[in-house]
């Protein structure tokens, strides 16, 4: 048995067609993108090095700018609300007796439809002539908000829109990890905690938090990497506009590839790749704690 | 610490207590929760019915009467009808051979003895944290030098790439979790390491495949971004970017445009309806393996 799980041709008949998609399709393409990142490159002609220009213009770029700020607003707004909701829930729903399943299974449903259809579908709820408008008119409401016309503030309502819409629609993602890891926690440790005189909050904070710390850390990485590869609702939703007020990285990059910018459309590809690689390390230095036997 | 508060903690746990006040607000709260997912749906699919006139004068009434033209003009005028079945088959092949080349890689990752499982495992667990955006200009010119820009091929390989990170790292979790004494047995038998795989370890995995399976099917359906650079021809297109095409805020075709997403939304509810505890279950095992 120990020679046939050591056979190196079995081994190779087992990992060479991931291994070479992997390698093939992924990695290369991402050194690839690298170079173009440094090269001018615009589509028909042949890309021509020229150094760090691409990443200079990125930074007098008044897009780019607009698109980093809500790329960062955006992770930082569904880092910080699917944890503290998707906790919440996940708290709610293992806390009553009749119908979690229902509960559960109605939250999740959002996170396996079309995020561009519904951001379509949003689109029309916030329009100014349907759904919420119509509502508001019927209602006596004399100037109802232009939802995802407006382009005031540092961040923009339709900005916000767009963030709640996706808490909206992937809560329920948070919200599965928190309550698998919380019904992962003994029964005996929440009865001991009890008879020792503890409340349902007090155990909730000084049992279950710590206990699901390190799924904190998954959920949140996960959540993070999300926002930042986020574009299906956003372009369904505003395309970027009004006036490049909802633009993020991944809509940005999108753009300047239909205008056959392909260098600079690679400095930003760079820019977002980095980006999720220091978040990631971040989020697992800091969250990351011991793991507790359970 | 007084008896009363013990026997009042025994209860809480083994008695049936009355629904107290908390309770209820608990149950209040999650019911309008849920209103929010529902109400939307439900309105786009009241909407998708009425005439364009309707919308308008009558917006939260239901239909006059119920008619399918909407739905059939939005089948043919926006080309949804091909470009579902596009999607079907660059989802059912990516499902298919994502399913057997990444339990393949998980199997010889959890189970094979070699010194560079580990790092076999991170490379491929890297794969979650990059985003397709920084590759998509590379691929999309090799692919257009290759022919293979507007094709269905072109758009399953990437898929294909995207999907293996997580059907390794749940598979590999799966196959972990098999029982040593089971491959020892049947090697003594005289199976060899191909029989092992495909007779004993997937079918014995088969939660996981369902799992992953759903996973990929899912969000390969879903993908936008790389449809829309990969894919120009509306022949080949897929259904997110036939529907975006169709649908936008300065059509006024409405009637038409909600009945089209109704269209886009249908097949994935029934798929969840039909699976969702399993779908659900799963994904919990997957998540709480990972």
Redesign the interface.
């Known amino acids: 048995m120990e020679k046939m799980l050591r056979n190196k041709k079995a081994l190779l008949v087992f990992m060479l067609p991931a291994f070479l998609l992997f390698t093939l399709v992924l990695f290369i393409p991402i050194i690839q993108s690298v170079y173009y990142s440094l090269c001018d490159y615009k589509g028909m002609t042949k890309p021509v090095f020229i150094g760090f220009d691409n990443y200079k213009n990125l930074l007098h770029d008044k897009t780019f700018g607009i698109a980093l700020k809500n790329s960062m607003f955006f992770l930082v707004f569904s880092c910080v609300s699917q944890l503290l909701v998707g906790l919440i829930y996940a708290a709610i729903l293992t806390n009553i007796k009749k119908g979690r399943n229902l509960f559960k299974n109605i939250i999740y449903l959002p996170c396996v439809l079309s995020s561009a259809a519904l951001g379509l579908l949003w689109l029309f709820i916030f329009g100014p002539k349907l759904g919420i408008n119509q509502l508001l008119i019927k209602w006596g409401v004399e100037n109802p908000p232009l939802w995802l016309m407006s382009t005031k503030g540092t961040i923009p309502l339709p900005m916000w829109m767009i963030a709640f819409v996706s808490l909206w629609q992937f809560v329920g993602q948070s919200m599965m990890l928190y309550m698998a890891q919380i019904s992962g926690i003994s029964k005996s440790l929440m009865e001991a905690s009890y008879i020792d005189g503890c409340t349902k909050p007090m155990t909730f904070r000084y049992i279950t938090l710590p206990l699901i710390k390190p799924m904190v850390a998954t959920a949140m990485s996960l959540n993070a990497i999300g926002s930042l590869k986020f574009f299906d609702l956003i372009w369904n939703m505003t395309t970027g506009g009004p006036n490049h007020k909802t633009e993020v990285l991944a809509t940005h990059l999108y753009q300047q590839f239909k205008y056959f910018k392909y260098g600079y459309a690679s400095a930003i590809g760079v820019v977002l790749l980095i980006l999720c690689l220091l978040v990631t390390l971040f989020i697992n230095k800091v969250v990351k704690t011991e793991q507790y036997e359970m | 610490?007084s008896y009363s508060?013990?026997y009042k903690?025994?209860s809480?746990?083994t008695s049936k207590k009355k629904i107290s006040g908390i309770?209820i607000a608990?149950?209040v709260?999650?019911i309008l929760?849920?209103l929010?997912?529902?109400l939307?749906?439900l309105?786009?699919l009241n909407?998708s019915f009425k005439t364009n006139k309707e919308?308008?004068t009558a917006?939260?009434a239901l239909p006059e009467k119920i008619s399918f033209e909407n739905y059939s003009i939005a089948w043919t005028a926006g080309k949804l009808g091909i470009s579902t079945l596009n999607s079907f088959i660059i989802c059912i092949v990516t499902l298919v051979l994502s399913s057997l080349?990444?339990s393949?890689?998980a199997?010889?990752i959890a189970?094979?003895?070699?010194k560079g499982a580990k790092l076999?495992m991170t490379?491929?667990l890297t794969?979650?944290?990059?985003?397709?955006?920084?590759?998509?200009?590379?691929?999309?010119?090799?692919f257009s030098k290759l022919g293979l820009s507007n094709s269905l091929l072109g758009l399953i390989?990437?898929y294909?790439?995207?999907s293996?990170p997580i059907t390794?790292f749940i598979m590999t979790g799966f196959f972990k979790g098999l029982p040593n004494e089971l491959?020892?047995c049947a090697?003594?038998e005289g199976a060899?390491?191909?029989q092992i795989?495909f007779k004993i370890c997937l079918p014995l995995s088969k939660t996981g495949l369902f799992v992953t399976g759903l996973m990929t099917f899912?969000g390969n359906?879903?993908e936008?971004?790389m449809a829309?650079?990969f894919i120009s021809d509306d022949a080949k297109k897929t259904?997110?970017v036939a529907?975006?095409k169709f649908?936008g805020?300065h059509a006024t075709n409405?009637s038409q445009?909600?009945a089209a997403?109704v269209i886009?939304?249908i097949p994935?509810?029934v798929?969840?309806c039909a699976f969702?505890?399993k779908?659900?279950d799963g994904?919990?095992?997957g998540?709480?393996k990972?």
């Not at chain 2, 189970?111 to 070699?114: N, T």
């Not at chain 2, 794969?127 to 090799?142: A, K, N, Q, W, Y």
Request: net charge neutral; glycine share 2%; charged share 5%.
């Open positions: 610490m508060k013990v903690a025994e809480d746990l309770q608990l149950y709260f999650l929760i849920c929010t997912y529902i939307p749906l309105w786009v909407v919308i308008f917006p939260f080349i990444g393949m890689a199997f010889a189970r094979l003895r070699w076999a490379y491929f794969g979650m944290m990059i985003p397709v955006h920084c590759v998509l200009i590379p691929l999309f010119t090799r390989l990437p294909l790439t995207c293996l390794i491959i020892e090697c003594m060899n390491i191909f795989f899912v359906w879903n936008l971004l829309m650079v259904l997110p529907l975006s649908v805020p409405y445009m909600f997403i886009a939304l994935t509810i798929v969840y969702s505890n779908i659900v994904l919990t095992a998540a709480v990972g």
